[in-house]
Nanobody
Framework: QVQLVESGGGSVQAGGSLRLSCVPSEYTYGSYCMGWFRQAPGKAHEGVAAIYTGGGSTYYADSVKGRFTISRDNAKKTVYLQMNSLKPEDTAMYYC??????????????????WGQGLQVTVSS
């Protein structure tokens, strides 16, 4: 069972930035996809971004392309989501998630069985 610890949520004005961090209880280079998902009240669950820890390939939802960047620091065993140019519609609970099994990371295609507890991100206009 992989446990995920998230940090970095909070409140910011539109146009601002936040960085989310996720530390998994086990982090094996080359074995995991790490993803960030979000869910706003009354809206569907959305896979925002994902990264393959082995090679660094990434996936982004169209709604965040050009504004969000997912990255990993294998030495620190941490995955980050840098969120720039935030909009009120980015307001949601954000969850870190993980799946084993190689570079099959697109959250629209593959399920992520391991989840963190979530962080609130609030963007005010």
């Amino acid at each position: 069972q992989v446990q995920l610890v998230e940090s970095g949520g909070g409140s910011v004005q539109a146009g601002g930035s936040l960085r989310l961090s996720c530390v998994p209880s086990e982090y094996t280079y080359g074995s995991y996809c790490m993803g960030w998902f979000r869910q706003a009240p009354g809206k569907a669950h959305e896979g925002v971004a994902a990264i393959y820890t082995g090679g660094g390939s990434t996936y982004y939802a169209d709604s965040v392309k050009g504004r969000f960047t997912i990255s990993r620091d294998n030495a620190k065993k941490t995955v980050y989501l840098q969120m720039n140019s935030l909009k009120p519609e980015d307001t949601a609970m954000y969850y870190c998630a993980a799946r084993r099994g190689g570079d099959l990371c697109n959250p629209r295609l593959y399920q992520y069985p391991y989840w963190g507890q979530g962080l609130q991100v609030t963007v005010s206009s």
